[in-house]
């Protein structure tokens, strides 16, 4: 089963614009992760957010989560054409440690 | 420091066989997690090996199993396959207790 559920699906904007994506989930967690996958291959870890922390952030990333809503938000600023990817939300469930991928948000950078 | 390495990139198989896949972690890392992600969807955790046992599964029949090796390799078996199973299938690997996983490509198995 899928926990979290990443919206929009499917995302288009110019380069230089913001691009912001949304994840929800449902159970108590231990920590929340956002990868990035290109074309079908790999996922590559882009940052963890734990249940006890509101904010943060990594270069051009920024993560928020809410546990009250049971939701985190992903903000690349300043995109590229080489932010073009697949953005999954990952949860870590706080009973058993299991990650729990959602179905992604496809992101496409307009030149 | 090598990263997660998989192997065959592709198979094609029919239905009914069997099939393995293998995984070389990151060097240094003893944990290993393989996924299964179908087209258009997230990955789906199938089972996690830690030191040679496994350590956690997922909503998957026991015809899928696997196998953690000394140096940290990893396979995964799939028998009597279904066109069901045609998909990517990830390996991660990570160190215990740290949740951060490093993915390998993936092999794209075609089941037909």
């Known amino acids: 089963s899928q926990q979290g559920e990443e919206d929009p699906q499917a995302l288009s904007i110019q380069e230089g614009e913001n691009a912001t994506m949304n994840c929800s989930y449902k159970?108590?967690?231990?920590?929340l992760q956002w990868y990035r996958q290109n074309s079908g291959r790999g996922l590559v870890h882009l940052i963890l957010?734990?249940?006890?922390?509101r904010e943060k952030h990594s270069g051009r990333l920024r993560v928020t989560l809410d546990t009250s809503k049971k939701s985190s938000s992903l903000l690349i600023t300043a995109s590229r054409a080489a932010d073009t990817a697949s953005y999954f939300c990952?949860?870590?469930?706080?009973?058993?440690?299991?990650?729990?991928f959602g179905k992604g948000t496809r992101l496409h950078i307009l030149p | 420091e090598t990263g997660v390495t998989q192997s065959p990139t592709h198979l094609i198989k029919t239905r009914g066989q069997q099939v393995t896949l293998r995984c070389s972690s990151q060097?240094?890392?003893?944990?290993v997690s393989w996924y299964q992600q179908a087209l258009g969807q997230g990955p789906q955790f199938i089972f996690q090996?830690?030191?040679?046992?496994?350590?956690g599964r997922g909503n998957f029949p026991p015809r899928f199993s696997g196998l953690q090796f000394p140096n940290y390799s990893s396979e995964l078996n799939v028998n009597a396959l279904e066109l069901d199973d045609s998909a990517l299938y990830l390996c991660?690997?990570?160190?215990?207790?740290?949740?951060?996983?490093?993915f390998g490509p993936g092999t794209r198995l075609t089941v037909t």
């Open positions: 991660a690997s990570s160190l215990a207790r740290s949740y951060e996983q490093y």
């Open positions: 159970t108590s967690i231990n920590n």
């Open positions: 957010i734990r249940s006890n922390e």
């Open positions: 990952a949860t870590v469930d706080n009973r058993d440690d299991k990650i729990i």
């Open positions: 060097s240094g890392h003893n944990t």
């Open positions: 090996y830690y030191r040679e046992e496994e350590n």
